[in-house]
């Protein structure tokens, strides 16, 4: 509880000494937010029977196909259909997975082939590595028949994790493969190792300096041999978090690292034989200046790459919890300051003094760590192998240096709360202002992708989207950029992207308030499209102001808005539900064409409702309402009602009204099983009640508080009919028998539910649309009485008791909490045992 408290006192802290933009910048706000349902005629899907995991994703053959490296399988798709290709079955032994469960490691996550590493090894094949129920091995896929190659498996000891949880990195450049992870069965082993090659093996020495528990989650290979003046070498670079050594403090501390070899390194003669003589690596550094607060847990890394070496760009996901409180960031690196620091001061550990400090003595020279450029060439250098002990000795004890690598803007790109990023892609684009930006895409713990725009000033997160349901990591990202497409892998599948969905943006306000490089309106088509298209000149877009002056200079497009129609007896609560597209817009209100003034004591706006609230709806409520979401001085509407308020009784509301309270399915049941006898009970009921209500006296109206939400046009889906209803589903779900003849929408007053009824059966668990909630009413408290959800149609009607009614605060609550337990919980998919 302390942890907590603390932990949310510190991010208050920050947030209290940020001014109101950088406030902003440390929390954005997605405009818009995707839902998963909304998805599905943008996603394609892929998954198959039996096989989870979906880990490792590679493009081959221009983006034509996607490879997918999955539990004890691997795939090829279609790109443009999501269609299976070719599949390979690549399953551990049966007494591998015995000596794994032997061996103490888990049969239903551990012993199973995890593929970790694919990538194209040439033109005809591809190299794959899995975990092999904790005995890692690699093997050569034939792309011409999708088959693993007849050559016995390869040792994938160095290359693959043992541990299908552990970090990994690798990449193959010029038919060698440089690799990062843990070497042996326990763990307790890293290595970062080059081999396949026409060299020997190469691997890091086995000391904490080097690398003290590192979690690797990155590489990249930077040609910085392309237009060098010293005849420099190309590097590899590595990232990873680990356990520091140079703090002197009691509590471990996991600080964030990038470290570099060269290309050309074949090792020392007699020191580091075998061994990387090439190997430094930096802190790298991405905190809160002000604040001096550090996200120390890299998770991921991409590499982006520019015109030249020297543009290319590293960002990174970094991590941070503070209490009880997780932060995720994301910062930006240029591979010249990665260069710059490498050519720095070291550091070193002072054995008189036990600590770690800067190196202050002269440096051996030829450089330590440095690769071979001409100027050793002229002096007889032409390897590693050719280098002096003293350098080499050198390079053994001091591979790490001593200043970090700083972010650009010298801050996160941006922040997020109650966030856990855990990877990204990068894309550069081209927008119609001549100018490149860089996007990011960025998947989270829970499923979803953020998609950020970074301009000059500041970063705009364009939108949420829920890729996955039930809630997972997004465990593998790819990006086409050619076809525009993203891929995106999870345990359960693999979904496919469009970079942009320009369609969904409806007007050209919207298109221009979007700020997506990807899309722009068409004065043309009068629609939102992609940007790259032909008519260049006839598009519109602003991705740095999102000025919507700019539609303007077309003539106006009038949006159509059939309001609904809602019928009222007085003194009826009604709630307008106004749906906002975007997330940073505000709802504006007309009542017959004037601005409504929401600080009468009877209408009230909710927020998080996004619904305007009528209390008491009377003669001076009857007209013309409508939204408005405004945004950065753009007015779109949302929404449009038309109330009548009628005094006194129901008026021509229908007499099976009082069924409504029960719940749509219960009306099929009861019309379906009761029939006649059913109708002739509740006759004799309401005769019995009316005799009853006279001997009392005339009663206070209960008041009933109205959500409208259009009613179907057609029969329900048979998913939600029972079984017995079959002849008299269109009948029972006849329009007429919801609305008036002028179209209005009927609307059961509150003293039409004190009529009795049989008691409603249980609903399940799901909440199926149209079946009661199972709290039941009780006085002056609100209860839903049916409920139809916004996807299937329908209306809500909220029934306050005949007490009292309670204060407006009270039933917004009750409302949330009512919506709320109709979400359905995600089902549980425990894995299957291997053994």
């Given at each position: 509880m302390d942890a907590s408290l603390s932990g949310f006192a510190l991010l208050a802290s920050v947030f209290l000494s940020l001014g109101a933009a950088d406030a902003a910048w440390a929390n954005l706000v997605p405009r818009k937010t995707i839902p998963y349902n909304e998805l599905k005629d943008v996603a394609k899907r892929f998954s198959k029977a039996g096989v989870s995991h979906y880990l490792t994703l590679t493009l081959g053959e221009a983006e034509r196909v996607l490879y997918v490296g999955a539990r004890e399988a691997v795939f090829a798709l279609a790109t443009g259909t999501m269609e299976l290709k070719a599949a390979i079955s690549w399953e551990a032994p049966p007494e591998k997975k015995v000596e794994c469960v032997q061996k103490g490691k888990n049969n239903q996550t551990d012993c199973f082939n995890y593929v970790r590493f694919l990538q194209t090894?040439?033109?005809?094949?591809?190299?794959?590595?899995?975990?092999?129920?904790?005995q890692p091995k690699c093997a050569y896929i034939e792309l011409s028949s999708f088959s693993l190659s007849r050559l016995a498996f390869e040792d994938g000891k160095g290359k693959c994790p043992y541990d299908p949880a552990k970090g990994h990195t690798g990449l193959i450049v010029d038919g060698e493969l440089y690799s990062a992870t843990l070497n042996n069965f326990l763990g307790t082993e890293p290595v970062i190792l080059r081999n396949l090659g026409p060299h020997y093996s190469m691997k890091t020495e086995y000391l904490a300096s080097w690398l003290n528990e590192p979690h690797f989650v990155g590489s990249a290979y930077v040609q910085e041999s392309v237009g060098s003046g010293d005849g420099d070498d190309d590097k590899v670079y590595f990232f990873f978090s680990e356990r520091a050594v140079e703090y002197d403090c009691y509590a471990e501390q996991v600080v964030a690292r990038v470290a570099r070899v060269c290309k050309g390194d074949v090792g020392g003669a007699r020191t580091l034989q075998k061994k990387w003589t090439t190997f430094l690596k930096a802190r790298l550094a991405c905190f809160l200046p002000e604040q001096q607060l550090y996200f120390n847990q890299l998770q991921a890394v991409y590499t982006l790459a520019g015109a030249g070496w020297r543009d290319t760009a590293f960002f990174g996901l970094f991590q941070a919890r503070w209490g009880d409180?997780?932060?995720?960031?994301?910062?930006?690196?240029?591979?010249?300051?990665?260069?710059?620091?490498?050519?720095?001061?070291?550091?070193?550990?002072?054995?008189?003094?036990?600590?770690?400090?800067?190196y202050t003595d002269p440096v051996p020279s030829p450089r330590p760590g440095a690769c071979i450029t001409d100027w050793h060439r002229h002096r007889g250098m032409a390897s590693s192998l050719e280098l002096p002990d003293n350098t080499l000795n050198f390079a053994k004890t001091h591979p790490l240096m001593d200043e970090p690598v700083l972010p650009q803007r010298a801050r996160p790109l941006l922040l997020k709360k109650d966030a856990n990023f855990t990877r990204l892609v990068v894309d550069r684009v081209r927008a119609l202002d001549g100018v490149a930006y860089d996007v990011l895409f960025i998947g989270t713990g829970d499923g979803w992708l953020h998609k950020a725009l970074i301009l000059p000033s500041r970063v705009h997160l364009v939108e949420e989207l829920q890729v996955f349901e039930p809630p997972q990591p997004i465990e593998s990202l790819v990006l086409a950029r050619?076809?525009?497409?993203?891929?995106?892998?999870?345990?359960?599948?693999?979904?496919?992207?469009?970079?942009?969905?320009?369609?969904?943006?409806?007007?050209?306000?919207?298109?221009?308030?979007?700020r997506d490089p990807y899309c722009a309106w068409s004065r043309n088509a009068s629609r939102c499209l992609r940007a790259d298209g032909p008519d260049g000149s006839l598009l519109l877009q602003d991705v740095v102001n999102a000025d919507t002056a700019l539609c303007n200079l077309q003539p106006a497009m009038p949006v159509k808005i059939t309001p609904k129609n809602i019928t009222v007896a007085a003194g009826t609560d009604l709630v307008l539900p106004c749906r906002l597209t975007s997330n940073l817009a505000r709802a504006r209100w007309t009542f017959n064409g004037r601005d409504l003034a929401l600080e009468q004591a009877s209408v009230l706006y909710d927020a998080r409702l996004q619904?305007?609230?009528?209390?008491?709806?009377?003669?001076?409520?009857?007209?013309?309402?409508?939204?408005?979401?405004?945004?950065?001085?753009?007015?779109?509407?949302?929404?449009?009602?038309?109330?009548?308020?009628?005094?006194?009784?129901?008026?021509?509301?229908?007499?099976?009204?009082?069924?409504?309270?029960?719940?749509?399915?219960?009306?099929?049941?009861?019309?379906?099983?009761?029939?006649?006898?059913?109708?002739?009970?509740?006759?004799?009921?309401?005769?019995?009640?009316?005799?009853?209500?006279?001997?009392?006296?005339?009663?206070?109206?209960?008041?009933?508080?109205?959500?409208?939400?259009?009613?179907?046009?057609?029969?329900?889906?048979?998913?939600?009919?029972?079984?017995?209803?079959?002849?008299?589903?269109?009948?029972?779900?006849?329009?007429?028998?919801?609305?008036?003849?002028?179209?209005?929408?009927?609307?059961?007053?509150?003293?039409?539910?004190?009529?009795?009824?049989?008691?409603?059966?249980?609903?399940?668990?799901?909440?199926?649309?149209?079946?009661?909630?199972?709290?039941?009413?009780?006085?002056?408290?609100?209860?839903?009485?049916?409920?139809?959800?916004?996807?299937?149609?329908?209306?809500?009607?909220?029934?306050?008791?005949?007490?009292?009614?309670?204060?407006?605060?009270?039933?917004?609550?009750?409302?949330?909490?009512?919506?709320?337990?109709?979400?359905?919980?995600?089902d549980s998919n425990p894995e299957e045992s291997s053994v």
């Open positions: 090894y040439n033109s005809s094949h591809l190299y794959a590595c899995g975990t092999f129920a904790f409180v997780c932060v995720s960031a994301v910062c930006q690196y240029q591979v010249e300051d990665v260069r710059k620091v490498f050519e720095g001061p070291y550091k070193e550990y002072r054995e008189e003094a036990q600590k770690w400090g800067r050619q076809k525009k497409l993203l891929f995106a892998g999870s345990r359960s599948q693999v979904a496919r992207l469009p970079l942009a969905d320009c369609a969904k943006y409806r007007s050209c306000a919207d298109c221009v308030l979007a619904a305007l609230v009528i209390l008491g709806a009377g003669p001076q409520h009857d007209g013309a309402y409508r939204c408005f979401a405004e945004e950065q001085g753009a007015r779109l509407a949302a929404e449009g009602y038309s109330v009548a308020v009628v005094a006194g009784a129901a008026g021509p509301l229908e007499v099976r009204a009082p069924l409504d309270n029960l719940g749509l399915v219960w009306m099929v049941v009861v019309a379906l099983g009761a029939g006649c006898l059913a109708l002739l009970l509740v006759v004799l009921s309401l005769r019995r009640r009316l005799r009853e209500e006279l001997e009392k006296g005339s009663p206070a109206v209960e008041s009933t508080l109205v959500y409208p939400i259009e009613l179907p046009k057609e029969p329900p889906s048979p998913a939600f009919v029972p079984s017995a209803a079959s002849d008299s589903d269109e009948k029972l779900w006849d329009p007429a028998s919801y609305y008036y003849s002028d179209g209005s929408l009927k609307i059961v007053p509150g003293h039409a539910a004190c009529q009795p009824g049989p008691p409603a059966p249980s609903p399940p668990a799901n909440g199926i649309p149209g079946q009661p909630l199972q709290s039941p009413p009780s006085p002056g408290r609100l209860h839903l009485a049916g409920v139809r959800g916004s996807s299937s149609n329908g209306y809500i009607r909220l029934q306050l008791g005949a007490d009292e009614r309670p204060g407006y605060g009270d039933l917004a609550e009750e409302l949330r909490r009512k919506l709320q337990q109709r979400q359905a919980l995600p």
